[in-house]
């Protein structure tokens, strides 16, 4: 009754661009989740990573609002004491030398693609306005304009254009093809090294570390969008770190702020990052000292609480018990860490109604690219918890 009004407010007088579960949430508390009317649930979705830390940390919370009695936005026309810290702290955490804050991750995105065009006139010298950025199939890097003109979503592009130029498109998991692609051009290509949104696609051993390798023999910049496979999802700080690669721009967000408010960073060394002057680029939120104050303080959290040892543990722990789910609508079980994703055959009809019935019996997760079921709880969930969802999800995965 009640969930049916805020459901009817929002069909009326919201834009339709999402297709919700019809779960109307009132309250947040590490792993869990209460509907309005009290019912718990269990999140495997996490707000798509970017609660990693789990819902409503005390420590971030705390820090938010004291951060908010004393000063929350200057502008960067002045300075403020929350910025330089946060850019110390990320430095140290992250091995880069320097970072550029923004809010969503669409702006990140949109930052680096701004600072490797840069780099490719100023620094490789390609000529004026002929700089290519190579991308992958099934990408997912935001919703602007520019970034959809690369997408091979159709439904993300269909009525959007024109579109931006300057983007070539190859396979993913494919170094053969991207390499063919280079040209003298060619200033950067950018990839997840985990596709999230495309279904939790991963790469083949070697390909991360072989892409980076072709990069640098072409002098071409490896950028990674880092802003869901990163911050301890995959049971490394970096996805990028399974392989030993060091991306020259790795672009964060999601968990950079523990889901409580946007923000996002490219991380690069001076030599990239140091090319920006004065007028080439800005935000008037980004790097806030209220936005500054909490990613500074989700940042610790994910050290300080171990949340990437957890999820390595807690990811093979997951995975094994998903495998051992012998379902007839099941293709595969993939995963690294705590971003695992369960393809189901065509023949199941789809993901989204045992997202639904997975709603039913109390754990929410979202089906992502039509057939596969994405478990990506906050990565402070413990065995226990994991042993409480697995008779519900492998009661959904065998009955429905
Ligand atoms: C979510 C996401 C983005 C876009 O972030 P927004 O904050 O929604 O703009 C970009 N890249 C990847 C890999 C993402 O998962």
Redesign the pocket.
């Known amino acids: 009754m009640q969930t049916q009004y805020y459901i009817e407010l929002e069909e009326k007088f919201g834009a339709h661009n999402y297709h919700p579960l019809d779960v109307v949430i009132a309250r947040g508390q590490g792993v869990w989740v209460y509907d309005i009317e009290g019912k718990k649930y269990l999140d495997c979705l996490s707000a798509?990573?970017a609660l990693n830390q789990g819902h409503v940390h005390p420590r971030i919370l705390k820090v938010m609002i004291e951060q908010a009695q004393k000063v929350t936005l200057t502008s960067r026309a002045f300075r403020n004491d929350q910025l330089p810290l946060f850019y110390k702290e990320l430095s140290e955490l992250t091995g880069y030398e320097m970072s550029l804050p923004m809010n969503?991750?669409?702006?990140a995105?949109e930052t680096a693609l701004k600072v490797a065009r840069k780099w490719a006139y100023n620094v490789k010298k390609v000529p004026k306005d002929q700089a290519e950025i190579i991308v992958a199939s099934g990408n997912?890097?935001?919703?602007t304009i520019s970034i959809i003109s690369f997408s091979t979503e159709q439904a993300y592009r269909e009525n959007f254009g024109p579109f931006t130029p300057g983007f070539t498109i190859v396979p993913y998991n494919d170094d053969q093809a991207l390499e063919k692609k280079i040209t003298p051009n060619t200033a950067a290509v950018m990839l997840?090294p985990i596709q999230?949104?495309a279904g939790v696609i991963i790469p083949k051993p070697g390909y991360l570390k072989r892409v980076a390798e072709i990069c640098k023999q072409n002098n071409v910049l490896f950028i990674a969008?880092?802003?869901?496979?990163g911050l301890g999802r995959t049971g490394k700080l970096f996805a990028c770190h399974h392989e030993d690669v060091k991306a020259d721009m790795t672009?964060i967000?999601?968990a950079l702020s523990g889901g409580f408010y946007?923000v996002?960073a490219v991380l690069a060394d001076t030599p990239i990052l140091g090319l920006l002057k004065p007028g080439d680029h800005g935000s008037t939120f980004g790097g806030n000292p209220l936005a500054a104050a909490i990613a500074r303080e989700a940042l610790k959290v994910i050290v300080e609480e171990r949340l990437i040892e957890n999820a390595a543990n807690m990811g093979e722990y997951f995975y094994e018990r998903l495998s051992e789910i012998n379902s007839p609508h099941i293709k595969e079980v993939r995963g690294k860490g705590l971003l695992i994703g369960v393809e189901l055959k065509p023949s199941a009809g789809g993901a989204r109604r045992f997202c639904e019935a997975l709603k039913n019996t109390g754990i929410l997760a979202k089906e992502t690219h039509e057939h596969v079921i994405r478990f990506a709880p906050p990565l402070i969930i413990d065995r226990a918890t994991i042993d409480w969802a697995m008779p519900k999800i492998r009661d959904v995965l065998m009955t429905e």
């Open positions: 798509y990573s969503s991750g669409a702006e995105v997912f890097h935001g919703r997840e999230g949104e969008d880092e802003i869901q496979s672009i967000g999601k946007p996002s």
